[in-house]
């Protein structure tokens, strides 16, 4: 009797712990999305989310804060990161299509060049407990959600959030 009372607490400790370390996810219905207008060709789309430490130091949360439509074509104009510590939004799509990743700097690890009153620029590692980003791209009508993944060289890439795009 003790044995399964035993069994049944671990399993649900067990099941709360990997419940939390599951990736959040997010709706976002375009046509809510201001100046957005499905009758138009050519549409990009402004996202910007909040990314902040999880409790005790965790793995980063995400959140979508804003998300705003404008007419025009996307010119292919990204700024290389070179930092390690990054962050990979990868669309997917219902239909096969490339899913090329965008690449962003990561807002809560940062690195800063630092002048020292001898001349020498060296750069330092500044963290933050909360930052943000936004990301800008073409609205497809066959996008399904956007996976981000956040890329650093202590844990390699976790997916830390998935938004699902509705019409």
Do not use: W
Request: hydrophobic share 40%.
């Amino acid at each position: 009797m003790n044995f399964k009372l035993l069994f049944y607490i671990t399993f649900c400790l067990l099941f709360m712990h990997l419940a939390a370390c599951t990736p959040r996810q997010s709706a976002l219905d375009l046509n809510d999305v201001l100046r957005f207008d499905a009758t138009v060709a050519d549409q990009i789309l402004f996202l910007q989310f909040r990314v902040s430490f999880g409790k005790k130091g965790g793995q980063e949360e995400v959140g979508l804060v804003s998300a705003v439509a404008g007419n025009g074509k996307l010119k292919p104009f990204r700024a290389p990161v070179e930092s390690p510590y990054k962050i990979e939004v990868v669309p997917r799509y219902s239909v096969s299509a490339l899913e090329t990743a965008m690449v962003y700097q990561h807002p809560l690890f940062q690195e800063v060049e630092v002048h020292d009153p001898s001349g020498v620029i060296t750069r330092k590692k500044n963290y933050e407990k909360e930052g943000a980003f936004t990301m800008r791209m073409q609205a497809d009508h066959n996008i399904e959600k956007l996976d981000i993944y956040s890329v650093t060289p202590e844990r390699g890439k976790i997916k830390i959030y998935t938004l699902k795009l509705k019409r």
